[in-house]
């Protein structure tokens, strides 16, 4: 499977691809840089991720390319806050961000799993998906809700009713972290939920040649 990272020239988007001997920046078979994109093709790779943090109007200007491949039957992986609304039936709503809940002796993120049964959770613990978040999601009918905050709002979820493709939302921001060296949970957080996400691409795949 053929995996490809949308990033940027900040610091930390570097950081990432390098840090812990590089073996992030080795999940990816090409990476792309989000200033140059007009000039790539997306459609050759099975996979596409797109960073934490990347600057709005490069992704407005890119928009049409993201959603064709997504049409086209790509595979999207989406970090963090999606704003502008560059991607449609992406509806994600920023909220205030607790930083600190783990300095309380005691304290707990509410975050849970929206379905117990659901095969994310093969591969990841909820206590994993835990260090902040910017903002929840009002997803779309047909869209699998997977981790919820404490009222149920979204904050992973799976869409593959809107596209050929299969969209993978969520509003954390694993790699921003592993590129700036602190929060030690995104570290088995991004290797694990990146397993599921090949896991899960690979099972459609195979379904459809079997078809």
Same mark, same amino acid.
Request: charged fraction near 20%.
């Given at each position: 499977?053929? =995996?490809?990272?949308?990033?940027?020239?900040?610091? &930390?988007? #570097?950081?990432?691809?390098?840090?812990?001997?590089?073996? !992030?920046?080795?999940? !990816?078979?090409?990476? &792309?840089?989000?200033?140059?994109?007009?000039?790539?093709?997306?459609?050759? &790779?099975?996979?596409?991720?797109?960073?934490?943090?990347?600057?709005?109007?490069?992704?407005?200007?890119?928009? #049409?390319?993201? @959603? /064709?491949?997504?049409?086209?039957?790509?595979?999207?992986?989406?970090?963090?806050?999606?704003?502008?609304?560059?991607?449609?039936?992406?509806?994600?709503?920023?909220?205030?961000?607790? !930083?600190?809940?783990?300095?309380?002796?005691?304290?707990?993120?509410?975050?849970?799993?929206? $379905? #117990?049964?659901? /095969?994310?959770?093969?591969?990841?613990?909820?206590?994993?998906?835990?260090?902040?978040?910017?903002?929840? &999601?009002?997803?779309?009918?047909?869209?699998?809700?997977?981790?919820?905050?404490?009222?149920?709002?979204?904050?992973?979820?799976? $869409?593959?009713?809107?596209?050929?493709? =299969?969209?993978? @939302?969520?509003?954390?921001?694993? $790699?921003?972290?592993?590129? #700036?060296?602190?929060?030690?949970?995104?570290?088995? !957080?991004?290797?694990?939920?990146?397993?599921?996400?090949?896991?899960?691409?690979?099972?459609?795949?195979?379904?459809?040649? /079997?078809?």
């Amino acid at each position: 499977m053929k =995996t490809a990272l949308i990033t940027g020239g900040s610091s &930390f988007q #570097q950081g990432f691809l390098k840090v812990h001997g590089g073996k !992030f920046g080795a999940l !990816f078979d090409k990476v &792309f840089y989000l200033p140059r994109l007009h000039e790539e093709e997306l459609e050759g &790779f099975d996979c596409v991720v797109i960073a934490t943090g990347l600057n709005p109007d490069f992704l407005m200007k890119n928009s #049409q390319k993201i @959603v /064709s491949y997504l049409e086209q039957g790509g595979n999207l992986v989406t970090f963090g806050s999606v704003r502008p609304p560059y991607i449609p039936h992406i509806n994600f709503k920023p909220c205030e961000t607790n !930083f600190w809940w783990w300095i309380h002796p005691g304290a707990d993120l509410p975050l849970y799993a929206y $379905d #117990q049964n659901h /095969s994310l959770w093969n591969f990841l613990e909820v206590q994993e998906c835990k260090w902040h978040y910017h903002g929840t &999601f009002e997803v779309e009918e047909g869209c699998q809700k997977i981790l919820v905050d404490e009222v149920g709002r979204p904050i992973l979820y799976k $869409d593959d009713c809107h596209f050929a493709g =299969t969209m993978y @939302v969520t509003s954390l921001d694993p $790699d921003y972290h592993i590129g #700036q060296g602190f929060m030690p949970t995104t570290v088995p !957080f991004m290797e694990k939920f990146m397993q599921w996400v090949t896991s899960d691409i690979e099972a459609k795949l195979a379904q459809k040649e /079997s078809a």
